[in-house]
């Protein structure tokens, strides 16, 4: 995902301008970002961004711990909410995250220490992305990838993780022209790396 995207709507710009590729250290905005990231699986990013505000409220505002108590009546009032995605395996899904979202937690002291130990607390650059390259995932979004779904995650492929590690800023994948990769690369710690290094 190259940043030309972002010109396709007024939501689509201010979440590229202000978001997307950020380094995001807070568990509730990580829960977030993976509740979207999980939810687009099949559609496209323009629509999640939309509907972002109505997902929202139905999560509860990405309150991990009470998406994880959410039971058979929530999830019928979800299916049942005007504008929200219509997909009963994702909702359930979803509340099934939490709950592993919150063993994650538990073991590691948070969900930030968990998935930033993967690049050492700094965000990767990869070689050719500044470019253009265009890449849908790699070897460190499989790797998480598969290390998730051990973990009981669901729609978290390697494809959507590399998305998630885009969004969250563990890597920075907005072209060199973009204001904000220099941005990323001036205020927060970064490395570069190859994609099939780890």
């Not at 049942?80 to 979803?94: E, F, H, Q």
Request: with cysteine.
């Amino acid at each position: 995902m190259t940043c030309n995207w972002k010109d396709s709507s007024k939501e689509m710009q201010a979440y590229h301008d202000t978001e997307w590729g950020v380094p995001t250290h807070d568990d509730q905005k990580l829960f977030e970002y993976l509740v979207l990231e999980s939810m687009q699986a099949g559609l496209s990013w323009e629509l999640i961004i939309r509907k972002r505000e109505t997902i929202r409220k139905c999560f509860c505002d990405f309150s991990v711990e009470k998406v994880a108590s959410l039971n058979t009546e929530d999830i019928d009032r979800i299916m049942r909410t005007d504008d929200m995605i219509k997909s009963l395996r994702k909702v359930t899904a979803m509340i099934s995250n939490a709950k592993a979202f919150m063993n994650v937690q538990q073991e590691f002291g948070s969900f930030d220490k968990y998935l930033w130990s993967y690049s050492n607390y700094k965000t990767i650059c990869y070689r050719g992305h500044e470019k253009g390259i265009d890449v849908s995932k790699n070897a460190l979004s499989e790797l998480i990838s598969k290390d998730l779904k051990k973990r009981g995650f669901k729609y978290i492929g390697p494809v959507i993780i590399y998305s998630y590690l885009q969004a969250c800023g563990m890597i920075n994948d907005h072209d060199e022209n973009c204001p904000c990769y220099q941005n990323i690369k001036k205020l927060y710690p970064c490395i570069t790396m190859d994609d099939r290094d780890i």
